[in-house]
């Protein structure tokens, strides 16, 4: 629970934002366990690394594939010196308009659960959830 696995998690989450915006679908699953539980914005579901990486695979070669993905607000709590909670504020831009839920600059809300195995700091859960107009606070 030091200041270096602080930046860890941090840098977990702008690799994984590189990783978007590069539509590189591996190195996004690339910092989940196997067996990690990960439901989007939209509320699609995946229970493994795989299946996460397959709907990445789908979205990036359609509604997001000339997307960019940041995250400008972090907070992170220590639970143990293993797992952590990070909150974020994150921001998807150039979603391209396919259908009635599809939003050309997209603000959300996530959560991840992250545990450090083997030295190294992973995801285990995500939950995003797009902020609605008016609703920021």
């Known amino acids: 629970m030091s200041q270096a696995d602080e930046d860890a998690i941090r840098e977990l989450e702008h690799r994984f934002n590189d990783?978007?915006?590069?539509?590189?679908?591996?190195?996004?699953?690339?910092?989940?366990?196997?067996d990690a539980q990960f439901i989007?914005?939209?509320?699609?579901?995946?229970?493994t690394r795989e299946g996460f990486r397959d709907l990445m695979v789908r979205l990036h070669s359609?509604?997001?594939?000339?997307?960019?993905?940041?995250?400008p607000e972090m907070q992170i709590t220590f639970l143990a010196p293993d797992i952590a909670?990070?909150?974020?504020?994150?921001?998807?831009?150039?979603?391209?308009?396919?259908?009635?839920?599809s939003q050309a600059s997209r603000?959300?809300?996530g959560t991840r659960v992250v545990?450090?195995?083997d030295g190294r700091?992973?995801?285990?859960?995500?939950?995003?959830?797009d902020v609605r107009p008016g609703r920021r606070h």
């Open 85 to 101: 909670i990070m909150h974020s504020r994150f921001w998807i831009d150039g979603e391209v308009i396919e259908d009635a839920i």
């Open 121 to 129: 700091w992973r995801i285990v859960a995500t939950q995003n959830t």
């Open 40 to 47: 989007t914005v939209n509320g699609a579901w995946t229970t």
């Open 19 to 34: 990783a978007w915006s590069r539509h590189d679908p591996e190195g996004m699953a690339e910092s989940l366990v196997d």
């Open 107 to 109: 603000e959300s809300v």
């Open 115 to 117: 545990r450090k195995i």
């Open 62 to 71: 359609g509604p997001f594939r000339q997307s960019v993905r940041k995250t």
